[in-house]
């Protein structure tokens, strides 16, 4: 393992991406092919390694066919541990974290996901955890107390007045709620966690129409109306509500299972609300609107509620998932093509936490 960052081991956008199309699709020989592509120069351990990158990246696609191997996985221990220490430091110095820190595309969500897929549990999976549950407790930060999991930078990792807390799936609290609920669900669990799972539940139910909250989203009584945005499963009230979901069957909340699935449902019938939907990619677009909804569904008491939604996002996917210019995963025809496919055999939407 080295510290290169060739792009062709990005899961998002690289080799990786396509392999894991390929593994669900059971045709191995051109998996290995895309694979090969994505190790020539490397498998990062470095800084930038995470679910979306790198060595865990690698692990995630070659454990959807049971290939990953003691030293993939010790390699992916190994940045497990240094992510713990850098966490362990901040938390030392009272500071405020960074996305990057915690979040699923970077940070330790996406870390805590890809270790809840291995068998048996991993073993450094509750000190992840505690470390996603910890974000619930406030922080101090220029003379107030913010939530644990404010970040002094905004999305764009360029400072922000006052910070910001992000609520989306891929970046903000919603990813945090997503696997820490899955983890409950799977009988994993710390000190805490279904009391954070109900903090950032809560923290949702009031800021979740917006992307993300600033400090003066605090100071109102009343967060101020969200602007009309495009919904998405990187960002917005989909991928949200099934974060919601999630956590309603984990703390058995029949009443918040249904907010969460009218949610999916009137957003998802919503003419103007689809309008503002561009492209058929996974992150924002019709794949992982499709997957999402497929998801909900399995999980929901009225299945059928979201038979048609599904035949139109289908529908939707199938007319213009061909004009995406990128082959990748998240923004390109590889995810498009598993959202279409319409299987889940080897779990590759763990990563979207979806599953």
């Known amino acids: 393992m080295t510290t290169t960052m060739p792009r062709t081991q990005d899961l998002s956008a690289g080799a990786l991406g396509m392999a894991l199309l390929d593994i669900e699709r059971r045709d191995l020989s ?3 092919r895309h694979l090969a592509q994505a190790t020539a120069r490397g498998v990062s351990t470095g800084r930038n390694a995470s679910l979306f990158h790198g ?14 191997n003691d030293d993939v996985r010790a390699a992916v221990d190994r940045v497990v541990d240094a992510r713990l220490a850098t966490v362990h430091r901040r938390q030392a110095a009272d500071a405020l974290p960074h996305l990057a820190e915690w979040d699923l595309i970077r940070g330790l969500t996406g870390l805590a996901a890809l270790l809840l897929s291995r068998t048996p549990v991993a073993p450094r999976l509750p000190d992840v955890l505690a470390c996603l549950v910890s974000l619930a407790h406030p922080l101090r930060h220029e003379a107030r107390l913010m939530p644990g999991w404010w970040s002094p930078v905004g999305p764009d ?3 922000m007045t006052g910070g910001h807390g992000n609520n989306g799936m891929a970046h903000g609290i919603a990813g945090p709620l997503a696997v820490l609920s899955l983890a409950l669900r799977e009988g994993v669990s710390v000190p805490g966690q279904e009391e954070a799972v109900g903090t950032f539940a809560a923290w949702l139910d ?28 990187c960002y917005g009230q989909p991928g949200i509500a099934r974060a919601q ?9 029949s009443g918040r299972r249904q907010v969460a699935e009218d949610t999916v449902a009137s957003i998802l019938t919503d003419p103007q609300q689809l309008a503002l939907i561009t492209d058929s990619t996974l992150c924002h677009g019709w794949a992982g609107l499709l997957a999402l909804a497929r998801a909900v569904a399995a999980d929901s008491p009225a299945p059928a509620r979201f038979a048609p939604i599904v035949q139109d996002l289908q529908r939707r996917l199938a007319a213009n998932w061909g004009h995406l210019p990128k082959p990748g995963f998240l923004e390109g025809r590889a995810g498009a093509q598993l959202a279409l496919h319409g299987t889940d055999t080897t779990g590759w939407t763990r990563a979207l936490l979806l599953t």
């Open 245 to 253: 979901q999630l956590a309603s069957l984990a703390l058995r909340d």
């Open 157 to 159: 990792e360029k400072e």
């Open 206 to 233: 009031r800021h979740g129409a917006h992307y993300w909250s600033t400090a003066a989203h605090l100071d109102a009584d009343q967060p101020p109306a969200a602007q009309r945005a495009r919904q998405s499963w």
């Open 55 to 68: 060595a865990p990246a690698l692990e995630f696609v070659l454990a959807r066919a049971h290939g990953a």
């Open 30 to 32: 051109t998996a290995r």
